[in-house]
């Protein structure tokens, strides 16, 4: 349902603080959800036209031209990210050394993977609950998440980002470990 006051869905939600990693939300992006033929060439060139840059075609892969960024998300559908809107998805931020850990708890995707490149983007489920993951930089993730679920995916980050509940993988100990 819209609303007539747009707050975000993280609004109040509680500071994390003494956490491993930074964690913040990004307000005020709106998306759109795109769907065409890739095969379409007119379709093809009306959304670049539209957007001033080619859709993805590459699965699972992202670009970005001034203050909008193209998420592949099907071979049929891409979000479309602006700045200064609002939307039904809240954005949770992951950066510092650590995250791709923290993400794991949630899910089970193998992060560690070199497929997990800046760029990517990958729908998963995350703590039980549809989410889609952007790989920003090698320390650095958004995580999208519908409104309704914004307070828990942040909670449920905020537990896993905890310092003592910190995950040190064994390639990643150091010899005195």
Known sequence: MSELFYESPLAGAAAAEGLSVS???IPDRGMIDLRGLASDRKFMAAAKEALGIDLPRQ???SVAGGDIKLLWLAIDQWLILVVDVSDMRAVIRMEGEGCREIIMKGTS???????YAP???RRMRFA???ALLNVVEDDVFDIYVFRSYAHYAWDFLRAAAREPAKVRL???QSASA
């Open 170 to 172: 064994f390639g990643k």
């Open 128 to 130: 039980e609950i549809a």
């Open 119 to 121: 760029g990517l983007v």
């Open 109 to 115: 995707l193998d992060l560690l993977s070199a497929e």
């Open 23 to 25: 964690l913040r939300e």
């Open 59 to 61: 699965p699972r892969t």
